[in-house]
T-cell receptor, first 115, second 111 residues
């Protein structure tokens, strides 16, 4: 029962490098989300997807791109990493609205440092 | 826009003490309200939720009541344990399954 799995768990990049964070869920959830967590700021939504082949911008989308080619996977890309993107990144998934007893399930996070 | 404000942390308590973490919100429409908990090195887990005014969510001894008149959803527990040490996030959802989180409150419980 893996739930939401994020890869990698830790990564250090140099400014200007690119990378992709992978999120995989095995719960057949329609909705998937990428958040970043910074001290004193809670979690902020970067991008989200309401189904395979769809993506939408969240609160802080600049500098990131996403893709949802398969229902179970949601990729977060940094094309040219900047120190301001140093953060802990969380992926989450859900069936649909939390109103109907379907909460978001979170992965354990990816700690990313940009030097 | 939507926003959630939590009491500033960190909060440090002795075991068996009473816990209150304040949460107030601003939202359009009729939001659902949540408390999530994050244990060290882990992702967030849903602790409890309430979907309409006057609902009380409860789980693992924690409770929170949806107060529309004061736009609040304060988290309470009568007797905390060392294992409750974690970061607690208040959150709201209006439409589209998008959550708005508070900044989080670090709780440390000492034996």
């Amino acid at each position: 029962n893996a739930g939401v799995t994020q890869t990698p768990k830790f990564r250090v990049l140099k400014t200007g490098q690119s990378m992709t964070l992978l999120c995989a869920q095995d719960m057949n959830h329609e909705y998937m989300y990428w958040y970043r967590q910074d001290p004193g700021m809670g979690l902020r939504l970067i991008h989200y997807s309401v189904g395979e082949g769809t993506t939408a911008k969240g609160e802080v989308p600049d500098g990131y791109n996403v893709s949802r080619l398969k229902k179970q996977n949601f990729l977060l890309g940094l094309e040219s990493a900047a120190p301001s993107q140093t953060s802990v990144y969380f992926c989450a998934s859900s069936y649909s609205s939390g109103r109907y007893n379907q909460p978001q399930h979170f992965g354990d996070g990816t700690r990313l440092s940009i030097l | 826009g939507n926003s959630v404000t939590q009491m500033e942390g960190p909060v440090t308590l002795s075991e068996e003490a009473f816990l209150t973490i304040n949460c107030t919100y601003t939202a359009t429409g009729y939001p659902s309200l949540f408390w999530y908990v994050q244990y060290p090195g882990e992702g967030l887990q849903l602790l409890l939720k309430a979907t309409k005014a006057d609902d009380k969510g409860s789980n693992k001894g924690f409770e929170a009541t949806y107060r529309k008149e004061t736009t609040s959803f304060h988290l309470e527990k009568g007797s905390v344990q060392v294992s409750d040490s974690a970061v607690y996030f208040c959150a709201l959802e209006t439409s589209g399954s998008r959550l708005t989180f508070g900044e989080g409150t670090q709780l440390t419980v000492n034996p």
